[in-house]
């Protein structure tokens, strides 16, 4: 069980990505700039989406119970001239921090994932908008024509995270049971396992990474493993060993 980040850390990183991803809509030619990671968007589209899930989830850890329906988003857009815009997603990002900070690590919260590895709580909430800044950062940077690899402390919480939360289920996996290790250079080593219970993973210590024999392996920095999880770059980019289509069968599956 890896030990998580703290609850502050989780805030302060949500901060930093955000105004990361503020900069790099300051940076880029124009609102209209295609976003190559995300087909068929524009970086306003993207500003937009980011700043919606920043309120949704603000209203998630202010009015939710776990196992309540999943509620509504306010429908509101954000402005599309460039300063509002990147007034209205500073203003986005503090709603959320604001709520976070008042509801506190421990109270739960409606959410969308199996309650297995990920627990329905606010610390769960606010760990889960790390990537979604992370990853959203990376894609406007794109826009803008200035991509820069992932921070290494939260690339590795990236990739914890989604293994915990997005991959963590109990449906079936339809094909022959498989081990999916992803080892991150300097920073450490996960091995997901899909059968008939479903998906599920565990952190390496450095000699089961050393001695395993899985399915499939994947090498590569922790920014890349994260930025493969989320489908931002192919996985032939990386070093496979052994059955190299599975990472396809399970992006396919997910």
């Given amino acids: 069980m890896t030990e998580l980040l703290s609850f502050p850390t989780f805030l302060r990183m949500i901060a930093e990505r955000s105004a990361a991803f503020r900069a790099a809509v300051d940076a880029a ?40 329906e999943r509620p509504s988003k306010d ?36 959410a969308w994932w199996e309650p297995l590895a990920s627990s329905h709580t606010v610390a769960a909430a606010a760990r889960r908008r790390v990537p979604e800044s992370l990853i959203h950062t990376y894609d406007a940077q794109l826009a803008s024509g200035a991509p820069q690899e992932l921070p290494t402390t939260e690339a590795v919480d990236a990739v914890d995270e989604f293994l915990a939360t997005v991959c963590t289920v109990t449906v079936p996996w339809p094909g022959e049971p498989a081990t999916m290790d ?54 032939d980019s990386l070093r496979i060993e052994g059955d190299a289509d599975l990472i396809q069968r399970l992006q396919n599956w997910g």
């Fill in 182 to 235: 992803y080892h991150a250079a300097g920073a450490g080593s996960w091995r997901q396992t899909v059968d008939a219970a479903g998906s599920r993973s565990t952190r390496l210590t450095a000699a089961e990474a050393a001695e395993s024999k899985p399915t499939a392996a994947v090498y590569g920095t922790a920014s890349e493993i994260a930025l493969l999880m989320y489908m931002r770059i192919p996985a």
């Fill in 29 to 68: 030619p124009g609102l209209d700039a295609d976003v190559p990671s995300c087909p068929g968007w524009t970086l306003y589209d993207l500003a937009n989406h980011l700043s919606e899930g920043d309120r949704f989830w603000a209203h998630i850890v202010r009015n939710t119970a776990p196992g309540d």
């Fill in 75 to 110: 429908g509101l857009a954000a402005p599309r001239e460039r300063e509002a815009l990147i007034a209205w997603l500073a203003d986005s990002t503090e709603q959320l921090l604001t709520a976070l900070r008042e509801a506190g690590p421990d109270r739960g919260c409606w």
